[in-house]
């Protein structure tokens, strides 16, 4: 026998043979544009960090590192400047913690209704109406904070003042528990329905079946949403600007005013502080602090969803 083909064959062959050079051509010009802007986005990302890092190093060739973690006061803006990133610190963990308290519960009780107990259509008509939560601004939150929430807390809170950290908490929470009630949402549904089949079939009531199949199986799903909800919680800005105050203090005294790191990030970004001074370096150095908890954050996450995450056919 032989490979080669009869002559006729290989005409007609040849004769069939579609043109496709043009779409070849418009295939790679699309791959060379979307390859484009991953580039520019994975640039952008390497220049910010890079400014950061530079800032960062001009900054602790003036203040010691050592003074940067053990002192007490933060006053950059005065004649006698001090640095001691734990007063911003205290009060940025503060506030989170406050949020966390109040959006990890309601967000995961609201996930478990929706995914298990809700009909479809309520589902269909809850779930949009809880993420347009995570559409109002900020800023508005942070009012609703400071002219709502606080003197609705004073009338039984004593001590209060009007600028504290226990409202900018509490509407912190408030905002970021879409976040974690859809994330988890979700991560719930997609569980395998034979997996609470199973246990429904070996005697299991609802309740059983839910915190002990249902919620073990989507875990890292739900993890994950915890802590893309904190990170949101360190870096949000607006709401702890308007309702915690710009006050720098160290403690943990939720009913004072406090000052946050991303609230001071905005107090020296307002123009007053001389461009290239050592307390306009702060912002970088304070920001940098933030990129290193929030990075520190997300590779938790990452290994926590690799090592945990359920996989089924």
Wanted: hydrophobic letters at 50%; charged letters at 10%; a positive charge.
């Amino acid at each position: 026998m032989t490979s080669d083909l009869p002559s006729f064959q290989t005409e007609r062959s040849s004769l069939w043979q579609p043109n496709r050079q043009l779409s070849k051509s418009i295939e790679m010009l699309v791959k060379i544009i979307f390859g484009a802007f991953a580039f520019l986005s994975v640039i952008t990302t390497i220049g910010i960090v890079l400014t950061l890092i530079f800032e960062t190093i001009k900054f602790f060739k003036v203040v010691p590192l050592w003074q940067f973690l053990t002192d007490r006061q933060w006053t950059p803006l005065f004649s006698n400047q001090q640095f001691g990133i734990f007063v911003l610190l205290s009060a940025t963990i503060m506030t989170t913690l406050i949020a966390i308290l109040v959006a990890l519960p309601l967000g995961l009780m609201a996930a478990i209704y929706l995914s298990e107990y809700a009909g479809s259509n309520t589902r269909k008509r809850l779930k949009p109406a809880l993420e347009i939560l995570a559409g109002i601004p900020t800023v508005v939150f942070g009012y609703f904070a400071l002219l709502t929430v606080t003197p609705v807390l004073q009338t039984f809170v004593p001590g209060l003042q009007g600028f504290n950290a226990l409202s900018a908490g509490l509407i912190l929470g408030v905002s970021i528990i879409p976040l974690v009630a859809s994330l988890s949402e979700d991560a719930i549904y997609s569980v395998p329905q034979s997996l609470r089949d199973g246990s429904y079939a070996l005697g299991a009531t609802k309740r059983e079946t839910i915190t002990a199949v249902v919620i073990p199986a989507a875990l890292s799903g739900i993890v994950a949403s915890f802590i893309l909800a904190v990170s949101r919680a360190i870096g949000e800005t607006m709401i702890v600007t308007l309702a915690a105050g710009q006050n720098p203090r160290l403690g943990l005294n939720p009913l004072v005013p406090v000052q946050t790191m991303t609230s001071f990030i905005v107090q020296v970004s307002l123009g007053d502080t001389p461009a290239g001074s050592l307390a306009y370096k702060t912002i970088f150095v304070v920001g940098m602090t933030l990129f290193l908890i929030t990075l520190v954050l997300n590779l938790f996450s990452f290994w926590f969803v690799r090592r945990f995450r359920e996989k089924y056919d």
